[in-house]
């Protein structure tokens, strides 16, 4: 394959459709391999080294037959195989206005009902305020999401309402459905998704990952993974030994230079940490199961005091990537990974903040992957992975 599509959460992944204007296309190059990104549809492609050759040229200006004959003779490549590569990598270029959107569903309205308390949050640069309808409704959001609460009226940018109605649980802003949930053990997992997805869309920053990070000294540990990679584990086994925690799920990106900010949420550990984190974790077994719109049972762990950053901590550069993957009974190891993998792993979990990905961006992302020391960690035992990266990060 030529040119394969890489993308968070916020890069649309279309198929393939005939080329268009290439105004708004820039080429990002990375060792032999580059990256190509989409401004105006916000897409971003990852090329080989053969598909950027392609690319450059065509962004050049040249012709595409040009391009066959220059793959010849600079590539040694033969004419059908030449012609067959120009064809893939160009063709695969996807219409902008491919799946326009015809008009959104009207959201629907929601009942207020008189709120039983308010509590009001800070997360990031977004302040909420949100009412109850019932103690019982309090109750089971500060059974997990407690801490998150500040003292006093924030200087609130949005009001939420929590209550009940025929179909469980509804969470509204302004009279207005934003989500719900059928039992009463998914509200704290609900509302920790919604603060999260506010805290972004608020934020000016750079991009969002899809990982932990810790700090270490005057520098962060990044943990990137898909789920189940055991990022949360790691995450509170090292907030439990001298780690401070700047973000469980998703770790911030500031804008500017790349550094990571403070974003301490309690960490969701799922029932394959339980046990795992038993010893290390005082009254693990104690704490209420909720369950996620996944089907995933979790509890809900807040670090000790020491391990919670201090008010006012500035964004910390990225010292270490280590990309961890547990498996019962595996040997552990950690072993240095090429930026460029790096960089293609990290943005599967990648979604750009406030102006969307630019050019300027991707250039500070490619030329700061190029100086962090970045690994790959496979653990079966908690205790191996908490010492290797101990080690690696003195």
Excluded at 62 to 71: D, K, P, Q, T
Excluded at 197 to 203: I, M, W
Excluded at 219 to 234: D, E, N, V
Aim: charged share 20%; with cysteine; proline share 8%.
């Amino acid at each position: 394959m030529l040119m394969t599509r890489r993308g968070g959460a916020s890069f649309r992944d279309d198929g393939p459709a005939p080329r268009r204007a290439l105004s708004a296309v820039t080429l990002h190059r990375l060792d032999d391999e580059a990256w190509l990104l989409d401004r105006r549809g916000q897409r971003l492609f990852h090329l080989n080294a053969v598909a950027a050759f392609v690319w450059s040229a065509c962004l050049a200006g040249f012709a595409e037959a040009e391009i066959v004959s220059m793959l010849e003779d600079r590539l040694g490549v033969r004419p059908a195989v030449s012609a067959d590569y120009v064809a893939t990598a160009l063709a695969a270029w996807p219409d902008a206005e491919a799946d326009a959107p015809n008009g959104a569903e009207p959201t629907p309205l929601v009942p207020l009902a008189e709120s039983f308390a308010t509590d009001s949050y800070r997360v990031l640069d977004a302040d909420i305020r949100l009412g109850y309808a019932t103690p019982g409704l309090r109750a089971m959001v500060h059974a997990g999401l407690g801490p998150l609460s500040v003292p006093g009226p924030a200087a609130e940018t949005r009001a939420w309402q929590l209550s009940t109605d025929a179909g469980g649980f509804a969470l509204a802003e302004g009279g207005r459905l934003v989500d719900r949930c059928e039992r009463l053990d998914q509200v704290a997992p609900m509302i920790k998704v919604r603060l999260v997805y506010a805290a972004l869309e608020a934020s000016r920053d750079c991009c969002a990952l899809h990982a932990a990070a810790l700090g270490a000294g005057r520098r962060c540990l990044l943990l990137p993974g898909r789920s189940g990679a055991g990022k949360s584990t790691l995450a509170a086994g090292l907030a439990h030994s001298g780690f401070t925690l700047l973000g469980d799920d998703t770790a911030v990106i500031a804008d500017g230079e790349p550094r990571v900010r403070p974003f301490p949420l309690p960490i969701a550990l799922k029932a394959g940490a339980w046990r795992l984190l038993g010893d290390r974790v005082a009254g693990l077994g104690d704490l209420p199961i909720h369950w996620r719109q996944d089907g995933k049972a979790v509890r809900y762990v807040v670090p000790p005091a020491a391990a919670l950053p201090a008010p006012g901590l500035p964004p910390l550069p990225v010292g270490w990537i280590v990309f961890p993957s547990f498996a019962a009974g595996a040997r552990p190891w950690l072993a240095p990974l090429d930026a460029g993998v790096a960089l293609k792993r990290l943005i599967a979990g990648f979604a750009p903040l406030g102006s969307g990905m630019t050019p300027a961006k991707l250039d500070r992302l490619i030329g700061w992957i190029r100086g962090v020391a970045c690994f790959e960690l496979r653990y079966g035992a908690l205790d191996d992975a908490i010492g290797l990266l101990r080690t690696l990060c003195r």
